[in-house]
């Protein structure tokens, strides 16, 4: 979902901090790499991404759809409040004491996805309904 772009930046008075959907990565003000910490956002932002495509794939199924999507959402929504609450706990991922959080990109990827599932389901919902209110004319 984020592809590994960066979600926040974390700087301290002597090391960089990135995290992305791969983990926490530490750099000093240079920019070299120090230390990789992974987290297991990665296996989420891909669950995630598998869900939705089988999600498209069962268009003939809409009851499965739609549940499906539900599902999609809330763990879309478990995924956003993971990042949340690292976003707040950044310093247990530093050690130190954080002078500056920056978001990323990737923070902003993420959540224009939520709504944009929230809407998806809305309409499969929309279009079971319609073909439920078809069936019932014949």
Do not use: W
Not at 3 to 10: E, R
Not at 108 to 119: E, N, T
């Amino acid at each position: 979902i984020t592809f590994g772009t960066t979600i926040y930046t974390y700087e301290t008075t002597a090391f960089m901090f990135k995290l992305n959907t791969y983990g926490v990565n530490k750099y000093d003000l240079e920019g070299t790499l120090l230390e990789s910490k992974s987290l297991p956002f990665y296996y989420i932002s891909m669950s995630l991404m598998l869900l939705c495509l089988f999600s498209i794939a069962l268009f003939k199924n809409l009851k499965l759809q739609l549940t499906l999507t539900n599902l999609l959402s809330l763990v879309y929504l478990v995924m956003l409040i993971a990042v949340g609450f690292s976003y707040f706990l950044g310093n247990h991922f530093t050690d130190s004491e954080t002078v500056s959080t920056a978001p990323g990109f990737g923070l902003y990827a993420l959540l224009v996805g939520f709504p944009l599932i929230r809407l998806a389901a809305r309409s499969i919902k929309k279009d079971r309904e319609l073909i439920d209110s078809v069936n019932r004319l014949r």
